[in-house]
């Protein structure tokens, strides 16, 4: 069910992940609410290779009614630019549909950690499953203000990418380096604690996960 963002209010703070349902069904975790992922978030990190050549990666979500039987819907937006800066900005736009069907309680409703997503217009054909596995947010010690949010997602393999991870920030300009050490660092113990079942889904991300450049202003379509 949806909670509270977990805070990570410095480098020592509470910052938990949990593996893909895929490699543990019965994982524990905590649900985002919506609103929380209801924003533009910059890509700050991937082990997607077509990231490589693109920079200011960033995705948008937007509220969509639900289905007919309940489960949460969102308007995905992916917007890119040539790592050159040549060009305009490109789009892939889709729908994401909860996936409660994944659950080891697949009754459990208001999940938002697995979504189906579906791609608009001449991409109708292509669908992928991604999930969310950690989320939550800094604060500023003094002022309890919130600085920063972060998401870490994984995407199976389609037809046309392999499997990976993403890590993202709603800063446009990334975030904290910080806080993206530490989320990398959590990243890599939850992989090695799940074993040889793990290992592969480990060694690719050791081996492909790269920072995605952010050249900021954003150019806008």
Known sequence: MATTPPTNSSPGGTLTLRLPYKYSPSSSHSSPPLDFLHRTWSVTHSTLSMWRSARNVRIT????APTKDGRPRIDDLVEYENLSGS???KTVAGVDT?????LANNSTQKDTTSWDWRGNGWLFFVSSHWEVLGWGERKNEETGEVEERWVVTWFASTLFTKEGVDVYSDRPEGGSKELMEEVLRVLGEVL???GEGTRSLKEMVERDMRE???SLPWKER
């Not at 979500?61 to 969509?64: A, K, M, S, T, V």
């Not at 909860?98 to 994944?102: F, M, V």
């Open 98 to 102: 909860g996936n409660w069907d994944l």
């Open 192 to 194: 090695e604690g799940g």
């Open 61 to 64: 979500y937007r509220p969509l």
């Open 212 to 214: 995605v450049k952010i």
């Open 87 to 89: 060009g305009g900005v």
